[in-house]
């Protein structure tokens, strides 16, 4: 919630940037040098809305993704082994108990996605480079 807060003010910032620069347009600003940092200082706000907004693009899809995989390769595990429990009942306990251990490693999948997810949120290693 607080990237999605960060990239309204982001585009707030442009917006009202972007106003600027126009009024200087419209005002007929003899100096340049005023809209030319106005203007840079909307392609900076761009640039820093366009980094965060496509680390939220990619976090969400890391999780959506590798939490899909996890969820059909867990259902596939449980389908094969509740139709072997089905035809030979006498390996339940031996079943289960493979099952289980198949299931959290492929939870495990899940939660390295999660991961990837909390890097790009809270500790993405480019964003010192961006923010400068």
Known sequence: ????????????????????????NIAGSSTVSAVHAAAS???DVMSKSLFFGLSALGGGLAIGLGVIGAGVGMGSA??????SMGRNPAMEKKLIVWMITGMAIME??????????????????FKAIILK
């Open 78 to 83: 449980v389908r094969g082994a509740l139709e």
């Open 1 to 24: 919630m607080l990237k999605v807060f960060s990239v309204l003010v982001a585009f707030a910032l442009v917006m009202l940037e972007s106003v600027k620069v126009f009024a200087a």
């Open 108 to 125: 495990s999948l899940a939660l390295y996605a999660l991961l990837i997810t909390f890097i790009l949120f809270y500790a993405n290693p």
């Open 41 to 43: 200082s909307h392609a």
